[in-house]
């Protein structure tokens, strides 16, 4: 099957073709009846029109026309008749179209034209201008025909934004993909201000594999440092760490340790201030233990202090021992005692589980400090990403996972349980919370609440103004790295291309959704198509509607199931290409099917599972969106759409 995210929707439209034209479009259509005081039938495609002509025409001949204003009935100038019976070249046809717009023949302007005259779309002269610029700096022809063929479609404004907007969702990336970069951005070249922290916390939340992944290394620090942690576990996170590159390799749990001690007294050091000073404890306790000073002591009360209450400490007592080089010559850095007391005041200073059981920084975060430590060449966000790539991996995969010892696989294994808290698809309830809720986050309903607010945010509930796309929109304004204002313009149309897209088009309701989601470490798109009737009083009409559900799974790959609803009788097709097998494992689950669709006063018709080759075969789908002709690609499906 096609790329999951080249899917064009498939809307209904209620408008009619005389209503879609506007004064000053072009079409090219056919007469196929004359009636008095000049008026005739006219056929522009599969679509009959009556309207109001300036001249005398005859029967059977294709004309040039264009929509001039006028009350009423739909009025028509005759442009440049084409000569002949209809039989003309489209290349001929498409050479005109483009004298009467005064435009230059080119490759891309005939590409567009013919375009244009096979799928009989209305044309004027701007929004030929604006299709051919787009079609000149894109990358890909088909799929931006796609998305001009979608807004000519759904009568959206020929704006370079409106554009942009829905070209995105012709790209092979998904929208997890998007929000994981700009995540990864962020974290890697964000400038740090108010704004960029909330949008990290969101990302955070919104991104499941991205929450997983950093809650998973803070997981990891706790099960390394805590002395609550079996002595085995604490081996195997070390091993972890070291692996995803946050510890240096080759070194250690003892030498890494002495390492940070050293790094402590180094003039040029970036350690905060109260790691420094904690550190600076340790270091005297130490010294002063190794010659058999009194003041040892001292610094281990003032050390437990710390550690307890984070209290005073004078400056007399934070001052470096002079026998460093001793200590590290003696190995007394590296002693059991010394390793010990580290790792009690990182484990202090790092993190700390809230009454909730989440985890939360306290005054040392992870990434400064291994920047810190490390060589100038360290990227946190690739040692995270790796921590990410070993949560993702199947336990059976010969991968990432056969570096790891079976401890190690164990701990991760444990930590994804403990972290991971998947909804639950099998019951329609939580999944719908579970889909209003990250709506809710990407603020895909923005634009409609202050339209409804007069225009004003103070009109809008604060937690509203906190979603995501009104706080990436602050974020272009504010001075980031290129990288990130390219990837947060990215996710900005993703959005605002399901709200282009959901539509009330008269009676009939258009609804189009996309959220990322992961599966068991399995990361893609869940996309939300519904078509459907309204009743009088505005509300949905559960008896009439057409719902598409396409999965993108990692052992089923892409699955799409068309449920279509007609007076509360259902009607659905499952497309997979190994359908068979699939109708096989759902046999014994039909029953169950119908009594449940029964108990909501639903009638299962039929189900029919087949494969995209057969239905292409079977049919011409003469109502499929040209869009899928342009970039040659039919029935396409998305990770998951409803």
Known sequence: MQSANTIRPQFQSYQSQTEKLLTGQIIHGKINKIYPNQTAEVQIGNQKIFAVLDAPLKTGERYWLQVQPGEGKLHLKVLDPVAGNGSYPLKGASEQLLAHLTVTPGRESIELANFLLKNQLPITKESFESSLHWLRTSNSLGSSLASIKTMHDMNLPFVDDVFQALHSLEQDETFYSKLARLYSQMNGYGTDTKLSQQLKGLLKIIVPGQHLASTAVDQLLISWLSPKTPAETQKAAFSILQKAGFIPEGISEAEFFEKILIASQQVKNQFPPPLKDGLSLILGYTAAKQTGSPAADTFLTLYNRFISDFGTITEESLQPPKIIDKLVLSGALKGQETVTLTKNLLETLFVFSSEQGDIERRLLHKDSFFSALNESNFRPEQASEKVA?????????????????????????????????????????????????????????????????????????????????????????????????????????????????????????????????????????????????????????????????????????????????????????????????????????????????????????????????????????????????AGNKPYRGVDIRI
């Not at 992961?518 to 009409?541: C, P």
């Not at 009439?544 to 052992?555: G, H, M, S, T």
Request: charged share 20%.
């Open 389 to 629: 790539r070993y949560f993702a991996e199947r336990p059976e995969a010969a991968g990432l996972l056969s570096d790891l010892e079976k401890i190690e696989r164990q701990l991760l294994k444990d930590i994804t349980a403990a972290v991971e808290k998947p909804v639950d698809f099998t019951k329609g309830p939580p999944v719908a919370g579970f889909v209003k809720e990250l709506i809710k986050m990407l603020g895909v309903n923005m634009e409609h609440l202050l339209a409804n607010a007069g225009g004003l945010e103070a009109g809008v509930a604060n937690e509203e103004l906190l979603a995501l796309k009104p706080l990436l929109l602050k974020l272009l304004a504010e001075n980031q790295h290129q990288s990130i204002r390219d990837a947060a313009e990215q996710v900005i149309n993703r959005i605002t291309a399901q709200q282009l897209l959901s539509q009330d088009n008269g009676p009939l309701q258009n609804v189009f959704m996309q959220i990322p989601l992961a599966l068991s470490g399995f990361q893609t798109d869940l996309t939300l198509q519904w078509s459907g009737r309204k009743k009088s009083d505005g509300t949905i009409d559960p008896e009439f509607c057409r719902v598409l559900f396409y999965l993108d799974l990692e052992q089923m790959q892409q699955t799409v199931i068309d449920m279509q609803i007609q007076n509360r009788v259902l009607k659905i097709s499952v497309i997979n290409d190994d359908h068979a097998k699939l109708e096989q494992l759902s046999h014994p689950l039909t029953g169950l099917l119908k009594s449940n669709l029964e108990n909501m006063n639903y009638k299962l018709s039929s189900l029919v599972f087949e494969s995209e080759a057969n239905i292409a075969a079977k049919q011409t789908r003469p109502t499929q969106n040209p869009a899928f002709q």
